[in-house]
């Protein structure tokens, strides 16, 4: 879809939109439609809801890169081989932090009843990532830049400071989670609530969702060029993610209050939720070689996602006649990511997408919501969480055809039936991709690095219009 058509589309939603609001979770709310709205004696006649806003985002992490030290100037590690990774116990090597910043451009048309369109955008105003030194490493102990003043022997530049280290920057169309996960620029979507309790106090708020988000205005990075802060890079990566979710929630803590006091224009005063989704990525014709080849040539997609969200609105005030509300959100956010090829944290200093390791995340949220006219919300919020620590550089070497339960090089296999070698494993052997870029290896056990101690702190503040 064309961005100007896109852009059309949301005005002319704004233009067409009558109204209403509605009282449940944040996180189960839908946009309903052809509907009656009861409250008390009162009804009204509710035909269309729209909601529309804008959101800004700010995501801020910093954490180490540590390294396995099979081979270390200066430094060696007990029992590390090759045989026996686990105790190739990673050492220091590097520090690095990432500033995101994120804007939304939210919708959410009602169709009939409880089912609801989604159609969002989002744009990267910024995405930086510096590196340095770690504490305690110097040129003469750094295996990523070790200064001897031959430039095959640097992985990337780093320095005393951020400012003299290697600086990356991304801006454009497309999206980026808490934890740094790129995801598509335009989302298209349904929700539907399969049960509501504010239309029967004895049921849940059962809400199912699909959301679909594209690369379609996404440039596709590419790392010909360096994404320096002069010349930023795009945000794509040419694949779509498909999003399932489910999310319930209930109203509940009346204090006997509902049904006793006839002025008592207000429902319960708890609303705890909770909330799964599955992301599955499907990479476009568009993404790059490393996600659309065949499994067989070492093609892999980006990481799966699945996320658990769990908490409780506490609704303090609430006027249902005159559309007020004020919430305060305490929760948590949870992200499990599989393993899988991405633009990683050092995608942009070694120029090449990585497979990078599972890992786990964990956030605590707490939020306002206000709610000060019937056609006007505001949202804000922060929360600060804590990333596994898990190999940014974990590709397998290759795949065992001969089954001798090792992967060797076509030229030194003495097998009949040769191995294959991934060609994005980083092991210096003829066509792969440190050999064409002659730079050091890793990918082999004993070079790999993790990202560790990653925390992450982010806030977001939003303005909803509620037509």
Request: proline share 4%; charged share 25%; hydrophobic share 35%.
């Amino acid at each position: 879809m064309p961005k100007r058509l896109c852009l059309h589309f949301l005005l002319i939603l704004v233009l067409v939109a009558l109204g209403s609001v509605a009282s449940a979770a944040e996180i189960t709310d839908v946009a309903d439609a052809a509907d009656t709205i009861i409250i008390g004696d009162t009804e009204r006649p509710d035909p269309f809801d729209l909601y529309m806003g804008v959101a800004f985002r700010m995501h801020l992490s910093n954490g180490k890169i540590t390294r396995e030290p099979l081979v270390r100037q200066g430094l060696s590690s007990d029992g590390c081989e090759e045989g026996n990774s686990r105790d190739c116990l990673p050492v220091d090597e590097a520090e690095w932090e990432r500033g995101v910043n994120v804007l939304d451009i939210k919708s959410q048309i009602g169709i009939f009843h409880d089912l609801a369109a989604v159609l969002n955008f989002h744009y990267v105003l910024g995405d930086t990532t510096a590196l340095k030194y770690a504490k305690g490493v110097t040129p003469d102990t750094s295996s990523i830049d070790p200064k001897t003043g031959d430039a095959n022997d640097s992985l990337f530049v780093l320095g005393e400071t951020f400012d003299d280290g290697f600086r990356s920057k991304h801006t454009g169309w497309g999206n980026i989670d808490e934890f740094g996960y790129r995801t598509g620029g335009m989302d298209f979507g349904l929700k539907w609530a399969a049960l509501s309790d504010e239309r029967d106090e004895s049921k849940p708020m059962w809400q199912l969702s699909f959301i679909w988000s594209n690369p379609w205005l996404a440039d596709a990075f590419s790392f010909s060029k360096r994404a320096s802060e002069d010349k930023p890079g795009s945000v794509g990566d040419g694949v779509h993610y498909l999003t399932f979710g489910t999310a319930l929630s209930k109203r509940i803590g009346n204090f006997g209050l509902i049904g006793i006091d006839p002025n008592e224009n207000r429902r319960g005063y708890i609303d705890p939720y909770m909330e799964f989704t599955y992301t599955l990525p499907v990479p476009s014709a568009q993404a790059p070689k490393a996600l659309t080849r065949s499994y067989e040539d070492f093609g892999r997609k980006p990481p799966h996602r699945a996320e658990l969200n769990a908490g409780m609105e506490i609704v303090a005030v609430e006027d249902l006649k005159n559309s007020r509300k004020v919430a305060i959100d305490l929760g948590i956010r949870t992200a499990f990511y599989s393993e899988g090829r991405s633009y990683g944290l050092l995608s942009d200093a070694l120029g090449e997408m990585t497979y990078v390791e599972q890992a786990f995340g964990v956030r605590g949220l707490l939020g306002l919501y206000i709610q000060a006219a019937e056609f006007l919300r505001f949202q804000a919020g922060l929360s600060f969480g804590y990333m596994n620590e898990h190999f940014v550089t974990y590709e397998e070497v290759g795949s065992d055809e001969n089954g001798d339960n090792q992967v060797l090089p076509p030229d030194s296999d003495l097998n009949t039936e040769k191995d294959v070698i991934n060609p994005y494993f980083c092991h210096n052997s003829s066509g792969d991709v440190c050999s064409e870029k002659n730079l050091p290896s890793y990918d082999q056990v004993g070079f790999r690095f993790k990202d560790e101690q990653h925390v992450v702190f982010s806030w977001f503040a939003s303005l909803i219009f509620t037509f």
